[in-house]
T-cell receptor
Framework: KQEVTQIPAALSVPEGENLVLNCSFT??????LQWFRQDPGKGLTSLLL?????REQTSGRLNASLDKSSGRSTLYIAASQPGDSATYLC??????????FGKGTKLTVNP | AAGVIQSPRHLIKEKRETATLKCYPI?????VYWYQQGPGQDPQFLIS???????DKGSIPDRFSAQQFSDYHSELNMSSLELGDSALYFC???????????????FGPGTRLTVL
């Protein structure tokens, strides 16, 4: 059974700092990995999707990496802004197509 | 661009009542997924449909049922509601289950169900 762990559970940084969010998974037989952003009480916004054959994906100030063999992914956020404050969720899609989510990292960027 | 539409956005029910949640996928998407997110929890997969057939099932209570219609919209029916059913219910859609494994799922805004 796939298990997804995100560390840290919460992170508070000053504006402008670069930061890394971590995601680890137990079963390396994955199809893809998605990073989502969720604002309090709101829906899930897809940030980046990395296919199992890829090593990284970039979108603006975001860069996600994937190391299948070690069961790890990182989400790098450059030059953080207060508007980046949200919960970031990592989700794995395996053979059954459903997404298995981690519990998320709650990010606070202080002005 | 069109997104996944869910209705209603908010729903308040009493215990033992019935609720129906609706999901309209992105046009041309043929696969729908339902997830439940309890307070402070991560989303948990409930059930999915591809081309109107159930494709996968997660930890969905027997009190819940769902289907996908000919226009690809889906409905989640919840009966004998319990307090613990209070949660955000998300619908996601994707294209081409079984045809391409890299199916990015696009999520709707969710329906917040409160059971009193």
């Amino acid at each position: 059974k796939q298990e997804v762990t995100q560390i840290p559970a919460a992170l508070s940084v000053p504006e402008g700092e670069n930061l890394v969010l971590n995601c680890s998974f137990t079963d390396s037989a994955i199809y893809n990995l998605q990073w989502f952003r969720q604002d309090p009480g709101k829906g899930l916004t897809s940030l980046l999707l990395i296919q199992s054959s890829q090593r990284e994906q970039t979108s603006g100030r975001l860069n996600a990496s994937l190391d299948k063999s070690s069961g790890r992914s990182t989400l790098y956020i450059a030059a953080s802004q207060p508007g980046d404050s949200a919960t970031y969720l990592c989700a794995i899609q395996g053979g059954s197509e459903k997404l298995v989510f981690g519990k998320g990292t709650k990010l606070t960027v202080n002005p | 661009a069109a997104g996944v539409i869910q209705s209603p956005r908010h729903l308040i029910k009493e215990k033992r009542e019935t609720a129906t949640l609706k999901c309209y996928p992105i046009p041309r998407h043929d696969t729908v997924y339902w997830y439940q997110q309890g307070p402070g929890q991560d989303p948990q997969f409930l059930i999915s449909f591809y081309e109107k057939m159930q494709s996968d099932k997660g930890s969905i209570p027997d009190r819940f049922s769902a289907q996908q219609f000919s226009d690809y919209h889906s409905e989640l029916n919840m009966s004998s509601l319990e307090l613990g059913d209070s949660a955000l219910y998300f619908c996601a859609s994707s294209l081409g289950l079984g045809l391409a494994v890299y199916n990015e799922q696009f999520f709707g805004p969710g329906t917040r169900l409160t059971v009193l």
